[in-house]
């Protein structure tokens, strides 16, 4: 900005304005009386240029926002993705932070869990944490399993099949690589009809397995409400694709349940629908080269010329298991364990005992199976308190063999140490007997 003496006003010629400058639409000119200087403000022709443009972007979205507000839904219409469940917490202490499933010592309950992360956990270890983002009240189903109450209730009642008694199912060590599927089932163990509208997964890796009688979009909203008598119970297949897992190693996917069931909390304050109930998978995904447990056919079809190690005892989903739960055992005499080997090739399978293998002893009958034959391993545990875990016991048996698909097996031989019985107290007036 400058100051300038004003000149002599000339005549107007074609071309200019009313006060002799140049008509330029980009210029404001501000003139004031004779014999005074003028402040002239000179503003660039690209600035101009921007004005036009935001003019006609203000123009273009004010009809694009209005267009949008005459055309959206009412409130009430929109679709609204369901929460997810908090991240799993463990608690190792007798309190758990709701009143469900009651107070219980999680220490003396399953086996102590590993240090480090849980992803490294083995699975059923994971597994037998109870999560209280499925058992907490007003998010737990009933279980189809359990015994029916003894008074029925009026009212619909979302029950579960396939889960154990935390609601959890543990579907075991799968290849990252390969998808596979799980039959879980749904039923109704109320006294009316069960409305199940929405089923959201939260994971991409989880969904209904195709041709199933569900199907459901991105915000688990149902093609078509499942509905479900008194008493009635339906089969789900479920796809789990590893591959598109966000996780790897020991983890929990969740299954969101919205239905009609009136024990349940609401999804949304006050709403009779959209009641959410909620149960929980538990899954290791390994490498295909660091599975260590048997292949199954349904996993990779039998190959011509090749031998095929299977454990006939161990099958989850038809896949080949890494794990053999025996219960309580008595601690006072070793335990003896046999296990099955097969072999479905159509080659001899030679097996032998890792020597890495440690707590127990072990022995094959036949170290060369025939094709289509099965062998034996014979297992002896004792209690040994620098392998146990208080009461708990966990042991591996290795085995070396020349399937291609699983040249080495970990199979893991749960269990639980029975409590020796307590001694007789001695009868009332007679002494105690004496240490020796």
Do not use: C
């Given at each position: 900005?400058?100051l300038r003496k004003p000149e002599?006003?000339?005549?107007?010629?074609?071309?200019?304005?009313?006060?002799?400058?140049?008509?330029?639409?980009?210029?404001?000119?501000?003139?004031?009386?004779?014999?005074?200087?003028?402040?002239?403000?000179?503003?660039?022709?690209?600035?101009?240029?921007?004005?036009?443009?935001?003019?006609?972007?203000?123009?273009?979205?004010?009809?694009?926002?209005?267009?949008?507000?005459?055309?959206?839904?009412?409130?009430?219409?929109?679709?609204?993705?369901?929460?997810?469940?908090?991240?799993?917490?463990?608690?190792?202490?007798?309190?758990?932070?709701?009143?469900?499933?009651?107070?219980?010592?999680?220490?003396?309950?399953?086996?102590?869990?590993?240090?480090?992360?849980?992803?490294?956990?083995?699975?059923?270890?994971?597994?037998?944490?109870?999560?209280?983002?499925?058992?907490?009240?007003?998010?737990?189903?009933?279980?189809?399993?359990d015994a029916p109450p003894d008074?029925?209730?009026?009212?619909?009642?979302?029950?579960?099949?396939?889960?154990?008694?935390?609601?959890?199912?543990?579907?075991?060590?799968?290849?990252?690589?390969?998808?596979?599927?799980?039959?879980?089932?749904?039923?109704?163990?109320?006294?009316?009809?069960?409305?199940?509208?929405?089923?959201?997964?939260?994971?991409?890796?989880?969904?209904?397995?195709?041709?199933?009688?569900?199907?459901?979009?991105?915000?688990?909203?149902?093609?078509?409400?499942?509905?479900?008598?008194?008493?009635?119970?339906?089969?789900?297949?479920?796809?789990?694709?590893?591959?598109?897992?966000?996780?790897?190693?020991?983890?929990?996917?969740?299954?969101?349940?919205?239905?009609?069931?009136?024990?349940?909390?609401?999804?949304?304050?006050?709403?009779?629908?959209?009641?959410?109930?909620?149960?929980?998978?538990?899954?290791?995904?390994?490498?295909?080269?660091?599975?260590?447990?048997?292949?199954?056919?349904?996993?990779?079809?039998?190959?011509?010329?090749?031998?095929?190690?299977?454990?006939?005892?161990?099958?989850?989903?038809g896949r080949g298991d890494d794990?053999?739960?025996?219960?309580?055992?008595?601690?006072?005499?070793?335990?003896?364990?046999?296990?099955?080997?097969?072999?479905?090739?159509?080659?001899?399978?030679?097996?032998?005992?890792?020597?890495?293998?440690?707590?127990?002893?072990?022995?094959?009958?036949?170290?060369?199976?025939?094709?289509?034959?099965?062998?034996?391993?014979?297992?002896?545990?004792?209690?040994?308190?620098?392998?146990?875990?208080?009461?708990?016991?966990?042991?591996?048996?290795?085995?070396?063999?020349?399937?291609?698909?699983?040249?080495?097996?970990?199979?893991?031989?749960?269990?639980?140490?029975?409590?020796?019985?307590?001694?007789?107290?001695?009868?009332?007036?007679?002494?105690?007997?004496?240490?020796?």
């Amino acid at each position: 900005m400058k100051l300038r003496k004003p000149e002599p006003e000339p005549e107007p010629e074609a071309g200019l304005g009313p006060k002799g400058e140049q008509e330029r639409p980009w210029e404001l000119v501000r003139q004031r009386r004779p014999n005074r200087p003028v402040v002239t403000i000179v503003v660039p022709d690209w600035a101009g240029a921007l004005v036009v443009l935001a003019a006609a972007f203000g123009v273009v979205a004010g009809g694009g926002l209005g267009y949008a507000l005459a055309r959206a839904p009412e409130a009430g219409a929109l679709v609204q993705a369901p929460r997810t469940v908090p991240s799993p917490r463990f608690w190792r202490s007798p309190r758990l932070p709701t009143a469900e499933p009651g107070p219980i010592a999680l220490d003396q309950a399953a086996p102590g869990r590993p240090a480090g992360s849980a992803e490294d956990w083995p699975h059923d270890v994971f597994a037998s944490v109870r999560d209280p983002n499925v058992l907490q009240a007003g998010f737990a189903p009933a279980r189809i399993e359990d015994a029916p109450p003894d008074a029925p209730i009026a009212a619909p009642r979302l029950a579960v099949g396939g889960f154990d008694a935390a609601l959890t199912r543990d579907l075991g060590t799968l290849a990252a690589g390969r998808p596979t599927t799980t039959t879980i089932a749904f039923g109704n163990v109320g006294g009316a009809d069960l409305v199940i509208e929405r089923v959201y997964f939260g994971t991409s890796g989880l969904g209904f397995a195709p041709g199933g009688p569900l199907a459901a979009d991105a915000t688990g909203s149902l093609r078509a409400p499942l509905v479900l008598a008194p008493g009635e119970t339906v089969p789900i297949t479920l796809a789990v694709d590893p591959r598109r897992l966000t996780a790897r190693g020991t983890q929990a996917l969740y299954l969101q349940l919205f239905t009609n069931d009136p024990q349940l909390e609401p999804f949304e304050p006050g709403a009779s629908a959209g009641r959410e109930g909620r149960v929980r998978l538990v899954l290791t995904a390994r490498p295909a080269e660091d599975l260590e447990r048997p292949i199954g056919p349904a996993e990779v079809p039998l190959a011509a010329g090749s031998p095929r190690a299977w454990l006939p005892d161990l099958v989850r989903d038809g896949r080949g298991d890494d794990l053999v739960v025996v219960g309580e055992v008595p601690a006072t005499e070793p335990f003896a364990l046999d296990l099955a080997v097969a072999n479905l090739g159509d080659a001899p399978l030679t097996l032998s005992v890792d020597p890495a293998t440690l707590g127990l002893e072990a022995e094959i009958d036949d170290r060369v199976v025939a094709p289509f034959e099965t062998t034996a391993v014979h297992m002896l545990i004792e209690l040994s308190p620098g392998l146990d875990d208080g009461q708990h016991f966990r042991r591996t048996l290795r085995l070396r063999t020349d399937d291609p698909l699983a040249p080495g097996l970990a199979i893991d031989i749960v269990g639980r140490w029975a409590a020796p019985a307590p001694a007789d107290p001695p009868s009332p007036g007679q002494p105690a007997p004496l240490d020796s």
